[in-house]
């Protein structure tokens, strides 16, 4: 079967899928045990205020629903049928729970774009403002490596991925005819806002099925014994914040430990008016050390980011927990010190956190490479970008255009980013990262131009290119394309490697600091 073949029958099932996805009514969605946690007189006007983020989709028997490894955006409801949950081997026996930082690695080939049009690049996407690959587990625990379980009506999966951005931890098929309730993110979070009944069990699920995993893949509670972990589990409290609302307020009692289940939060002190950026935590880092090790007030602010889930724990239950592990008292000594010390650089030198502070606005705290160019020694010949240009048979992959720092500056290019949500409803898996791999990579081959990646990119750094290809109705065919780090060129990125001044650097967000004081 030839690849048009296959790319016709790819972009014919993605558009079955959108014909088969019917928006939800508020008569048919009212008598469904899904809303029943919803106080009766409440419950129409949750329903209207959510219904845009649900549709009814049906799936035929042995049709795929999710795909293990695949980044998902929301959650699915049974209503009618039965689905098929499927652990395969080879991702299980890695489904160790740990965070893994991407770094390089074993990488998986992907076939060259052909045919791109140079000159032809529509920007879609840049809106409001992710560390690494992990797998946790969704489904019940007692699925064994290559093995399978059965959902029924009144069953709900997908959640855990969808409001943590983990991989989606087993493949989902229809095992009947099978019909659902698709809920996207807004909408479980509204839902869960609405009904303590639904937030109830969706705070059940995470912690017999993920919370133990979770915890574990934290240094601080790697070592602890089963007993503790499961006592954590029951003392935990599962908390969100949305964007901008304050967690904590520096000089307030301390009375709480803060594990990050999923989203970005900012650490700052406050100097007169302003703010100082002092660190951010990311999944799996934790904030309370000094209320567990010096009884004192919080040192700083907490603030989300973006939408937050936490895992929060009252400090005295925590410190009784805690009472016969004095290695976990030394490591948060340890924490505690090194984030004063953070302080204390944040408020005699606020170049610092005003560095900081640009980065989490403009999304570079959640690049795993980034491309800087030094201004004060580029001549603007544009050898990096022909090097792009010349890899990618013609069609740049980055603009040389983007954010300034003093005399730096950030091209509109893929940060490759540690919890890439462009990742999120591909409808054919064309957008991917192999476990342990940098790159975050589009397949030309499986690539349908539908422009979810493009319009899920917070940063604007996926562009849709123009093919030679043609439509029926004779419009040029247009695919996603985005800085692929130059995968399997032996010199690395071209950007970098062409440029006669040394002017282009690619680095992680945690180096940029030193690069950009270094080569100053």
């Given at each position: 079967?030839?690849?048009?073949?296959?790319?016709?029958a790819?972009?014919?099932?993605?558009?079955?899928?959108?014909?088969?996805?019917?928006?939800?009514?508020?008569?048919?969605?009212?008598?469904?045990?899904?809303?029943?946690?919803?106080p009766?007189?409440?419950?129409?006007?949750?329903?209207?205020?959510?219904?845009?983020?649900?549709?009814?989709?049906?799936?035929?028997?042995?049709?795929?629903?999710l795909?293990?490894?695949?980044?998902?955006?929301?959650?699915?409801?049974?209503?009618?049928?039965?689905?098929?949950?499927v652990?395969e081997?080879?991702?299980?026996?890695?489904?160790?729970?740990?965070?893994?930082?991407?770094?390089?690695?074993?990488?998986?080939?992907?076939?060259?774009?052909?045919?791109?049009?140079?000159?032809?690049?529509?920007?879609?996407?840049?809106?409001?403002?992710?560390?690494s690959?992990?797998?946790?587990?969704?489904?019940?625990?007692?699925?064994a490596?290559?093995?399978r379980?059965?959902?029924?009506?009144?069953?709900?999966?997908g959640?855990?991925?969808?409001?943590?951005?983990y991989?989606?931890?087993?493949?989902?098929?229809a095992?009947?005819?099978?019909?659902?309730?698709?809920?996207?993110?807004?909408?479980?979070?509204?839902?869960?806002?609405?009904?303590?009944?639904?937030?109830?069990?969706?705070?059940?699920?995470?912690?017999?099925?993920?919370?133990?995993?979770?915890?574990?893949?934290?240094?601080?509670?790697?070592?602890?014994?089963?007993?503790?972990?499961?006592?954590?589990?029951?003392?935990?409290?599962?908390?969100?914040?949305?964007?901008?609302?304050?967690?904590?307020?520096?000089?307030?009692p301390?009375?709480?430990?803060?594990?990050?289940?999923?989203?970005?939060?900012?650490?700052?002190?406050?100097?007169?008016?302003?703010?100082?950026?002092?660190?951010?935590?990311?999944?799996?880092?934790?904030?309370?050390?000094?209320?567990?090790v010096?009884?004192?007030?919080?040192?700083?602010?907490?603030?989300?980011?973006?939408?937050?889930?936490?895992?929060?724990?009252?400090?005295?239950?925590?410190?009784?927990?805690?009472a016969?592990?004095?290695?976990?008292?030394?490591?948060?000594?340890?924490?505690?010190?090194?984030?004063?010390?953070?302080r204390?650089?944040?408020?005699?030198?606020p170049?610092?956190?005003?560095?900081l502070?640009?980065?989490?606005?403009?999304?570079?705290?959640?690049?795993?490479s980034?491309?800087?160019?030094?201004?004060?020694?580029?001549?603007?010949?544009?050898?990096?970008?022909?090097?792009?240009?010349?890899?990618?048979?013609?069609?740049?992959?980055?603009?040389?255009?983007?954010?300034?720092?003093?005399?730096?500056?950030?091209?509109?290019?893929?940060y490759?980013?540690?919890?890439?949500?462009c990742?999120m409803?591909?409808?054919?898996?064309?957008?991917?990262?192999?476990?342990?791999?940098l790159?975050?990579?589009?397949?030309?081959?499986?690539?349908?131009?539908?422009?979810?990646?493009?319009?899920?990119?917070?940063?604007?750094?996926?562009?849709?290119?123009?093919?030679?290809?043609l439509?029926p109705d004779?419009?040029?065919?247009?695919?996603?394309?985005?800085?692929?780090?130059?995968?399997?060129?032996?010199?690395?990125?071209?950007?970098?490697?062409?440029?006669?001044?040394?002017?282009?650097v690619r680095?992680?967000?945690?180096?940029m600091?030193?690069?950009?004081?270094?080569?100053?």
């Amino acid at each position: 079967m030839s690849t048009a073949v296959d790319k016709a029958a790819l972009r014919e099932r993605y558009e079955r899928r959108l014909q088969l996805m019917v928006p939800a009514e508020t008569d048919q969605l009212r008598p469904l045990p899904l809303f029943s946690g919803i106080p009766e007189k409440a419950r129409d006007k949750v329903i209207e205020k959510v219904r845009k983020y649900l549709h009814f989709c049906s799936f035929a028997p042995k049709e795929e629903v999710l795909r293990e490894g695949d980044y998902g955006d929301s959650a699915y409801y049974i209503v009618e049928g039965s689905a098929e949950v499927v652990l395969e081997k080879a991702v299980a026996s890695a489904d160790t729970g740990s965070r893994p930082k991407v770094r390089g690695g074993a990488h998986v080939p992907t076939a060259q774009r052909p045919g791109a049009r140079p000159g032809t690049q529509t920007m879609v996407g840049r809106g409001a403002g992710t560390s690494s690959t992990v797998i946790l587990t969704a489904y019940p625990a007692e699925i064994a490596p290559g093995g399978r379980a059965v959902l029924g009506a009144g069953e709900i999966f997908g959640e855990i991925s969808a409001l943590s951005r983990y991989p989606v931890s087993a493949t989902v098929r229809a095992e009947t005819r099978l019909r659902l309730l698709q809920i996207r993110l807004p909408g479980l979070r509204m839902l869960s806002a609405s009904s303590k009944e639904f937030k109830k069990f969706l705070d059940s699920r995470y912690r017999e099925r993920t919370l133990a995993r979770h915890l574990r893949s934290v240094g601080l509670f790697a070592e602890v014994d089963e007993r503790v972990v499961e006592t954590i589990k029951e003392k935990a409290e599962l908390v969100s914040f949305e964007p901008g609302q304050r967690i904590a307020e520096e000089g307030s009692p301390a009375d709480a430990f803060y594990l990050v289940r999923g989203g970005y939060v900012k650490l700052s002190v406050a100097t007169g008016t302003a703010d100082l950026a002092v660190t951010y935590l990311r999944t799996g880092d934790f904030a309370g050390e000094a209320a567990l090790v010096l009884d004192e007030v919080w040192p700083f602010s907490l603030q989300a980011l973006e939408h937050v889930e936490l895992v929060k724990l009252a400090k005295d239950d925590l410190k009784k927990i805690l009472a016969g592990f004095p290695a976990i008292e030394e490591e948060l000594w340890r924490e505690m010190v090194a984030r004063l010390k953070l302080r204390g650089v944040a408020t005699r030198n606020p170049v610092s956190s005003e560095y900081l502070q640009m980065a989490m606005d403009t999304g570079l705290i959640h690049g795993e490479s980034v491309l800087l160019i030094d201004l004060s020694t580029c001549t603007r010949c544009d050898e990096c970008v022909r090097g792009c240009a010349n890899a990618h048979e013609g069609q740049p992959r980055f603009i040389r255009e983007g954010e300034r720092y003093r005399n730096w500056m950030v091209p509109t290019a893929c940060y490759q980013c540690t919890d890439p949500v462009c990742m999120m409803d591909c409808p054919t898996g064309a957008i991917t990262r192999a476990v342990g791999t940098l790159e975050v990579q589009i397949n030309p081959v499986t690539c349908i131009g539908c422009g979810n990646c493009a319009t899920r990119c917070p940063w604007g750094n996926i562009t849709m290119v123009e093919m030679d290809e043609l439509r029926p109705d004779g419009k040029h065919v247009e695919l996603a394309s985005k800085c692929d780090l130059c995968f399997g060129r032996a010199e690395g990125p071209a950007c970098v490697q062409m440029c006669p001044h040394g002017s282009a650097v690619r680095v992680s967000f945690k180096d940029m600091e030193r690069v950009i004081t270094t080569l100053r």
